[in-house]
């Protein structure tokens, strides 16, 4: 379970979880959630366009929508 983000700014994007679709548009990256780290607070990512894992910030302030 995610934490609840108290930052007012970050309230309004709504933040992913696991088994979400997320897009990135300044890195024009799709992917799909299969892991988070709430102690470093990064989510691993599968990147569709090369097929490879990424780690992405978790937090959402409006960098990606779910």
């Not at 997320?22 to 090369?50: A, Q």
Request: proline share 3%; charged share 20%.
């Amino acid at each position: 379970m995610i934490k609840i983000h108290r930052d007012p700014f970050g309230a309004q994007f709504e933040q992913a979880s696991l088994d979400d679709w997320i897009y990135y548009p300044k890195l024009k990256l799709t992917g799909l959630v299969i892991g988070l780290d709430m102690k470093t607070g990064f989510m691993r990512i599968h990147c569709f366009e090369t097929m490879n894992m990424r780690w992405l910030t978790l937090h959402n302030l409006g960098q990606y929508k779910v």
